[in-house]
């Protein structure tokens, strides 16, 4: 049973790295944030455990939300502003 905890736990944090993985370097530039520092945390964090979910579900809650909106607005929209 702990096994089977431990192992979603490191579900959440894998999700996350590879949902940063895939985005756009255009998305992360317009969001402030870094797509290394965050692929990194995130693929350490798949061996923490329950700290490693907890920075997951901080990744899947608040970063991964803006940068989605980010990128439904498309690379051109900063451009398009000014």
């Known amino acids: 049973m702990l096994l089977l905890l431990l192992a979603g736990l490191a579900l959440i944090p894998l999700w996350g790295l590879i949902d940063a993985r895939l985005r756009p370097d255009w998305v992360w530039q317009r969001a402030r944030q870094s797509k290394r520092a965050w ?5 350490i964090c798949l061996f923490l455990s329950l ?3 907890i920075v997951g579900i901080f990744y899947l809650a608040a970063i991964r939300k803006d940068l989605a909106a980010i990128q439904r607005q498309g690379p ?3 451009r398009r502003r000014r």
């Open 76 to 78: 051109t929209a900063a």
């Open 51 to 53: 700290a490693g979910a």
């Open 39 to 43: 692929s990194v945390s995130l693929a």
